[in-house]
């Protein structure tokens, strides 16, 4: 299982694009990277997912470098609903593998 | 129902007795997970069915522990004997298929606390 390391704890004011990055230096071949957003009280919800260079919908972007041995969560123009704490996976794709989310990053949004 | 739905929402519980938590997955899901979140903590793996089996059982934290689906909708986890350690909110997820690039949607969760 590709181990993922992620900062525990970021601040950002309202507006300003927020990065958060993720290693993941073993991850293998056939492994996806996948974000998740939780609020308190709240199940986790998905936000994006890719396996490599750069993936955006519209709620974030995800860039993938071609080593994939790391990615970053991009959120552009932050608001307060944003506070949250947001959680890396690496996922097998060839089936599906015990997976831990970890402690995640709070990102806490300052007005 | 549109999303995943758990029950009870909160259960408080005495040490030593047994407990059953309940998950309605997304229609036509045919993969459920259960995690298990402590305090301040991230998401612990507990277990996952594919349709009414479940190949990996290994997250399981002890024999007190079980879990069954049926019908390839409904699953309940079980908790025999709670003591106070298994205190922390349950999560269940469900997605279309076993396979890591399908999303899990994940429902409210049920609190557990155990005096």
């Known amino acids: 299982l590709a181990k993922t390391t992620q900062p525990i704890s970021m601040d950002s004011y309202e507006g300003q694009e927020v990065n958060i990055t993720c290693s993941h230096n073993?991850?293998?071949?056939?492994?996806?990277i996948t974000w998740y957003q939780q609020f308190p009280s709240q199940g986790p919800r998905f936000i994006i997912q890719?396996?490599?260079t750069k993936v955006t919908n519209e709620v974030a972007s995800l860039f993938i470098p071609a080593d994939r041995k790391s990615s970053t969560l991009s959120l552009p123009r932050v608001s307060l609903s944003d506070t949250a704490v947001y959680y890396c996976?690496?996922?097998?794709?060839?089936?599906?593998?015990?997976?831990?989310f970890g402690i995640g990053t709070k990102l806490q949004v300052i007005p | 129902g549109a999303g995943v739905s758990q029950s009870p929402s909160n259960k408080v519980t005495e040490k030593g007795k047994d407990v059953e938590l309940r998950c309605d997955p997304i229609s036509g899901h045919t993969a459920l997970y259960w995690y298990r979140q402590s305090l301040g903590q991230g998401l612990e793996f507990l277990i996952y069915f594919q349709g009414n089996s479940a190949p990996d059982k290994s997250g399981l934290p002890s024999d007190r522990f079980s879990a069954e689906r049926t019908g390839g909708s409904v699953s309940t986890l079980t908790i025999q004997r709670t003591q106070q350690e298994d205190s922390a909110v349950y999560l269940c997820a469900s997605s279309f298929a076993v396979l890591a690039e399908e999303t899990q949607y994940f429902g409210p969760g049920t609190r557990l606390l155990v005096l």
């Open positions: 073993n991850i293998a071949t056939n492994d996806y």
């Open positions: 890719g396996y490599k």
């Open positions: 996976l690496v996922r097998y794709s060839g089936g599906y593998q015990k997976v831990t």
